[in-house]
């Protein structure tokens, strides 16, 4: 039977084991945008019509970044408090989470600090963070201004940017934007694991010639 707080949207075949999967959780207020974001980015479409996400959806969707292939697993998290108990059980192993706040609604931008904090202590600091303002078609009804939403992203060591649903503005930035942000923490975390195994290495090395 099917799950009934789990909507599927995917445009690959599940079964391909040979791409990179990277997950992304979409995480904000009910009614910023984000399942509007996330379709965008998917299959190319925005409907007025859509109804808010319960509990979370999943999408998927394969590309070609930086001359390889990745499959994105995408979740797009209720915002509503009704499902709040099930949403941080969609949060784990997540490699990027995308913070979405609608530029008209200042109490969803408020409440990006909440969402900060549920996602950290579900999944600690493992995960590349971006903050996005939606909706900036509305730039008349801006009720958050595009200096202070930076100040939020620097104050949390975010990058900012700001997307149009309804027209796919800054969809792709977006996404374009995590790819290579996260790509770059992988490959510093690997690095720095890489510099620790010398380290301990060389110090077992050591001390096997000190031996007497």
């Known amino acids: 039977m099917k799950n009934q707080y789990i909507e599927i949207y995917s445009n690959i075949d599940m079964d391909d084991k040979e791409n990179d999967n990277i997950k992304i959780i979409v995480v904000g207020d009910a009614n910023v945008g984000k399942s509007c974001i996330v379709s965008q980015y998917v299959v190319g479409s925005f409907s007025h019509l859509s ?6 959806a999943f999408f998927s969707k394969e590309i070609e970044f930086q001359d390889k292939l990745y499959t994105l697993n995408i979740w797009d998290t209720a915002g509503q408090e009704t499902y709040k108990y099930l949403v941080p059980m969609y ?19 408020l409440n990006i600090t909440h969402w900060l904090s549920d996602v950290k202590k579900t999944i600690g600091d493992n ?3 971006i903050l996005c303002g939606n909706k900036m078609d509305l730039y008349e009804k801006r009720k958050v201004l ?3 939403a ?7 060591n975010m990058l ?6 309804k027209n796919g503005s800054g969809i792709d930035k977006l996404f374009e934007l995590s790819l290579t942000e996260y790509l770059k923490m992988v490959e510093r975390s690997e690095i720095e694991q890489q510099i620790h195994v010398d380290i301990d290495i060389s110090k077992k090395a050591t001390k096997e010639n000190t031996c007497c």
């Not at 109804?51 to 979370?56: D, R």
């Not at 949060?91 to 931008?109: C, H, L, P, Q, W």
């Not at 930076?150 to 949390?156: G, I, S």
């Open 146 to 148: 595009f200096e202070v």
């Open 160 to 165: 900012y940017t700001e997307t149009c649903a």
């Open 91 to 109: 949060y784990r192993n997540a490699g990027i989470a995308i913070y979405v706040f609608d530029i008209t609604s200042e109490k969803s931008f």
């Open 150 to 156: 930076q100040n939020l992203a620097n104050e949390y």
């Open 127 to 129: 995960v590349y963070s």
């Open 51 to 56: 109804n808010p996400t319960v509990g979370a």
